[in-house]
Each structure stands twice: as structure tokens, then as C-alpha cells.
């Protein structure tokens, strides 16, 4: 059985930091892009970052320098190191493993609050 547990999240006040982390089982880890998507009232869900089976990274412009996603092959997990916050951030964050580009697992989201 696929399963994506994402973590981390919280009440944060803005310029502060959060790491979200996402646990995953039952994939092949290794050989899945993993992604960090994001969902705000009203909004569609967007993609903040991802990374490819082989380490290649790509963020989106709202994000880049502040955000860093990184993966442990070892522990299957992927990580989102979130710094200098904004209110702006508020979100349910969801990881997704994507395999061939075509299949496709989802974590149940964790919410990230920022307060101004």
C-alpha cells in the first residue's frame, strides 16, 4: 500500500522558518520525482518545488531562495526547508510521488499558517 505522510507544519509568524517533511512506504522511493504542492483558499493547488529521481531541482519563482526541497533516499523521505515565511505562504502543503511520469501518490496535506 502507497502511503505519503507529510509533517511539520504549524503557526509560524512571517520571516520565521518551518521544515516539512514527507515519510513515504510502500514506493519506490529512489526511482519517483518527488514534489511539494501547495493549496490556499480559494486557490487552485500549485507546484512549489520539485525534485527528480536523479537530484534535479526546480522551484517556482514565488519561492526560489527561500525554499529548499531535498530528498534521503535512504529514509524515503523529501523535505521542505521553508524560510523567511510570508503570509502570502498560508497553504495545505502536499507532497506527490510521481513514477514514469505517470503514476501518481498524494500525502493528505499538512497546514502552514503565517501571520503577519
Known amino acids: 500500500q502507497e502511503r505519503l505522510v507529510e509533517s511539520g507544519g504549524g503557526l509560524v509568524q512571517a520571516g520565521g522558518p518551518l521544515r516539512l517533511s514527507c515519510a513515504t512506504s510502500?514506493?519506490?522511493?529512489?526511482?519517483?520525482?518527488m514534489s511539494w504542492y501547495r493549496q490556499a483558499p480559494g486557490k487552485q493547488r500549485e507546484l512549489v518545488a520539485d525534485?527528480?529521481?536523479?537530484?534535479?531541482?526546480s522551484y517556482a519563482d514565488s519561492v526560489k531562495g527561500r525554499f529548499t526541497i531535498s530528498r534521503d533516499n535512504a529514509k524515503g523521505t523529501v523535505y521542505l526547508q521553508m524560510n523567511s515565511l510570508k503570509p502570502e505562504d498560508t497553504a495545505v502543503y502536499y507532497c506527490?510521488?510521481?513514477?514514469?511520469?505517470?503514476?501518481?501518490?498524494w500525502g493528505q496535506g499538512t497546514q502552514v499558517t503565517v501571520s503577519s
Open positions: 525534485i527528480s529521481s536523479g537530484g534535479k531541482i
Open positions: 506527490r510521488s510521481l513514477l514514469m511520469g505517470t503514476f501518481a501518490h
Open positions: 510502500g514506493i519506490a522511493f529512489r526511482v519517483n520525482a
